[in-house]
């Protein structure tokens, strides 16, 4: 008796069609990287066409509350009351704040400022002051679908090397996610990103990474943002659905961990700027869900 699959029988992926008309060819390319030493990702992992449109849905939220505190972010305001306006948001359109009550997570939202490299925790003494920059991280669910994006805000008039560096990181995004493209190196992604940042004099944060995401907050694959020489590691293939979203700091990558459980700094208490998307890699490149 063997456990090999037939032509004809049904795709292991649950397409109900048959393997010879869906993921056949997929699982003999992949073997040929397999021993090219690539590390191939679960292919039950891999995020079905259905999977994809609640993820996409998903991002229409995310996108919205984004796009909804363009005009409410603004000097004066707490970052509670920025929390609020995601959470009101996001019921109101029927999702649910993935970050809230996420490992013990208290908020909404992660609004990190100036020196945060991320994982702030709205507070209503926390007040937005000329000159700050922050990111907000949105991720919302939206029938079991979650969609993970950040941007950052700036609160009135803010100085030359905080624009810069909120211009290099969002540059650093969209290189990372011009390497995506089915059948190549991951990895491509983060020998891009770093030396962009490195170009500008910044660094890139090592202790926290991309991550795959979909049908739960965090998935695999690890997404790194810094170059990992010329290590293959994964495969991207049609399917996989994860979020880019580097962390550039001003001065070095080094990171303190407060003992809030969250808060992420600059170790140097320098800047640090993020922006994230999530994306899907597709038979010919990408599409951003976000
Ligand atoms: N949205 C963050 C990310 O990009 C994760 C935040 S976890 C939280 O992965 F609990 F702080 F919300
Ligand atoms: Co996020
Ligand atoms: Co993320």
């Not at 993820?55 to 929390?83: C, F, P, Q, Y």
């Not at 909404?108 to 991280?137: K, W």
């Amino acid at each position: 008796m063997s456990n090999k699959i037939l032509p004809n029988d049904p795709c292991w992926c649950g397409s109900g069609k048959k393997y010879k008309k869906c993921h056949r060819r997929f699982d003999i390319e992949t073997e040929a990287y397999r021993k090219q030493g690539y590390t191939i990702f679960p292919p039950k992992l891999l995020k079905s066409a259905q999977d994809i449109e609640g993820i996409r849905a998903a991002g229409v939220i995310t996108r919205g509350i984004l796009n909804m505190l363009e005009t409410e972010v603004k000097e004066g305001i707490s970052t509670e009351k920025i929390d609020n306006l995601v959470r009101e948001y996001t019921f109101d359109h029927g999702a649910i704040p993935a970050p809230l009550n996420y490992k013990g997570f208290p908020k909404s939202c992660c609004t990190s400022i100036n020196e945060c490299v991320c994982h702030g925790i709205p507070d209503e003494n926390r007040i937005l002051q000329n000159g700050d920059i922050v990111n907000i991280d949105i991720t919302s669910i939206l029938n079991g679908f979650y969609a993970d994006s950040s941007r950052m805000y700036s609160i009135g008039d803010i100085s030359e090397n905080a624009q810069k560096i909120i211009t290099v990181a969002k540059e650093c995004l969209d290189i990372g996610i011009e390497q995506i493209k089915p059948y190549t190196r991951l990895n491509n992604i983060g020998d891009a990103i770093e030396p962009h940042a490195q170009k500008h004099g910044y660094s890139i944060v090592r202790d926290l990474c991309g991550h795959g995401v979909g049908k739960e907050f965090h998935e695999e694959p690890e997404v790194v943002h810094y170059a990992q020489a010329r290590r293959k590691g994964v495969l991207m293939v049609p399917g996989m659905v994860f979020t880019i979203e580097p962390m550039v700091n001003e001065g070095s990558y080094s990171c303190d961990f407060l003992n809030d459980g969250w808060t992420v700094l600059t170790a140097d208490r320098k800047l640090s700027a993020q922006w994230e998307h999530t994306l899907v890699v597709t038979e010919t490149g990408y599409e951003i869900l976000t």
